[in-house]
């Protein structure tokens, strides 16, 4: 093939990716409707899920708060100590969660998690220890917010039933069960002075950990994960949530409610999200097909995957590394990080692309292939951008939040806005079209530790 016609193939696949004005806008507009239908009522294509969490610091909080984090094969536990400055100390465990454990009773799971916060409150706290075993058995001392990122029907604050287990934990008599009920009880045999003060959604906790940290002259609306997966939450009026009963006590008195999205699975009909052959080829050989079909156009774990159908089909045609036999024929072998760093290479013989392509890929590669690569990787990014910033934008026009704010600053935490290069500058092109001049009122930042920071701070306001 010709190295003219090789380029204009490339142009011609990153077209694909392209998203116009009139599509963010109607992206937009579609995200806002689904956004109302999910504050109506529950069982709408957006679940919009009540948080229970109620207030959101101010940075001038003081104290120490613990948290846990079970998100995966990894037990965290922190003390998180807020100066009252926007600043905070952080002291943290990890453990590994044994295999049997994942697979045995929920007696099994939550007494091994309570004897990991027993131990790091030995070795963090002793001084104090032994005289807090002398408190009487309801007394508890230390605030504990419990990140449990497993679907949940949260009902309180520090209230809910698991609906079913994920990331290869299969604990069958913990289904149906209160899992802030199972750690306090297993918390409680140890006679250890922690309270279970808040279940927290990491996205949840994104916007709570911004929230304490940001400038004061501004007010966080939005936490948003841009990583391996994507999420939003945000502070949403509570007279807005028709589907909460507001004559709970616990909402006496309240006028916000932090809302997670869970914008994974917006537009999973189809309607106005973008859709390339190599989209619909990795949604079928995913667990959950025509489902977080959002996510699976913007986040870490798809991008690999999208680039590495495309290329594949290109060698397959004789038109990409010819020279090499039956390259990336592996599914999901592909990580988002090489598209970043093929990104960030501006060298006229893109020489990064070179060694990613010759040392990670191990394939031959000629100087118009890794311009293709390079235009096609430039496509698949910028549509995860856009598409980013246009559903940040629908919910800023949903809270109306530029006309009643100078400043709304935005926290986000994951590997793909942090380091995939340009993504925040093609996040705001979006926002630029769906909310117009007012973008510049918009402060993004990084929101460090959500699942840690920021559980202990939902505990903190519970």
């Known amino acids: 093939m010709t190295t003219s016609s090789l380029l204009e193939e490339a142009v011609s696949i990153s077209k694909q990716f392209d998203i116009s004005k009139d599509q963010l806008v109607a992206i937009s507009d579609e995200f806002i409707r689904l956004t109302d239908l999910g504050l109506k009522s529950d069982g709408m294509p957006m679940a919009m899920i009540p948080s229970y969490v109620t207030g959101v610091p101010n940075g001038s909080e003081k104290g120490t708060f613990l948290a846990v984090d079970l998100g995966g094969t990894n037990f965290r536990v922190c003390s998180i100590h807020l100066n009252g400055d926007g600043t905070f100390d952080l002291l943290q465990t990890k453990s590994v969660i044994p295999r049997s454990l994942m697979v045995g009773t929920a007696k099994e799971l939550f007494s091994f998690l309570a004897k990991k916060v027993e131990e790091f409150i030995k070795t963090h706290f002793e001084e104090n220890f032994n005289e807090e075993l002398g408190h009487s058995a309801n007394e508890?001392?230390?605030?504990?917010g419990f990140t449990f990122s497993f679907p949940v029907n949260q009902t309180a604050i520090n209230r809910g039933t698991l609906i079913r287990w994920t990331k290869g934990f299969d604990v069958a008599d913990a289904v149906g069960k209160d899992v802030c009920l199972l750690l306090q009880h297993e918390l409680d045999l140890l006679k250890l002075p922690v309270h279970v003060a808040a279940l927290v959604n990491d996205t949840v906790g994104?916007?709570?950990?911004?929230?304490?940290s940001s400038p004061p002259e501004s007010?966080?609306?939005?936490?948003?994960?841009?990583?391996?997966?994507?999420?939003?939450?945000y502070t949403e009026s509570l007279a807005a949530v028709d589907k909460l009963d507001k004559s709970a006590a616990a909402l006496a008195d309240k006028s916000i409610m932090v809302i997670n999205t869970e914008w994974g699975s917006f537009d999973n009909d189809m309607k106005v999200l973008p859709r390339t052959s190599w989209d619909?080829?990795?949604?079928?050989?995913?667990?959950?097909?025509?489902?977080?079909?959002?996510?699976?156009r913007v986040s870490g774990m798809f991008l690999g995957e999208i680039l590495r159908r495309i290329l594949l089909e290109l060698h397959e045609k004789g038109h990409l590394f010819s020279r090499s036999s039956t390259p990336l024929t592996t599914a999901w072998s592909l990580?988002?990080?090489?598209?970043?760093?093929?990104?960030?290479?501006?060298?006229?013989?893109?020489?990064?692309?070179?060694?990613?392509v010759e040392t990670d890929l191990g394939l031959q590669t000629t100087l118009p292939e890794r311009q293709a690569v390079k235009l096609i990787v430039e496509g698949i990014g910028k549509r995860s951008a856009l598409l980013a910033g246009a559903v940040i934008g629908g919910i800023l026009v949903h809270l109306k939040a530029c006309q009643s704010n100078p400043v709304v600053?935005?926290?986000?935490?994951?590997?793909?806005?942090?380091?995939?290069?340009g993504y925040e500058k093609l996040m705001r092109v979006a926002l630029r079209e769906v909310?117009?001049?007012?973008?510049?009122?918009?402060?993004?930042?990084?929101?460090?530790d959500g699942s840690g920071v920021g559980a202990a701070l939902c505990a903190l306001v519970a």
């Open 219 to 233: 007010v966080t609306l939005l936490g948003v994960i841009l990583g391996t997966g994507t999420n939003g939450a």
């Open 335 to 356: 990580d988002t990080s090489i598209l970043s760093r093929v990104e960030a290479d501006i060298t006229p013989d893109l020489v990064a692309v070179k060694s990613i």
């Open 435 to 448: 909310i117009g001049e007012d973008e510049n009122k918009i402060r993004i930042g990084i929101a460090k």
């Open 280 to 296: 619909d080829a990795v949604d079928l050989e995913t667990p959950n097909p025509g489902y977080q079909m959002f996510e699976k």
């Open 409 to 421: 600053d935005i926290g986000v935490d994951g590997s793909v806005f942090e380091f995939y290069p």
């Open 140 to 144: 508890h001392v230390y605030k504990l």
């Open 206 to 212: 994104t916007l709570m950990s911004r929230s304490y």
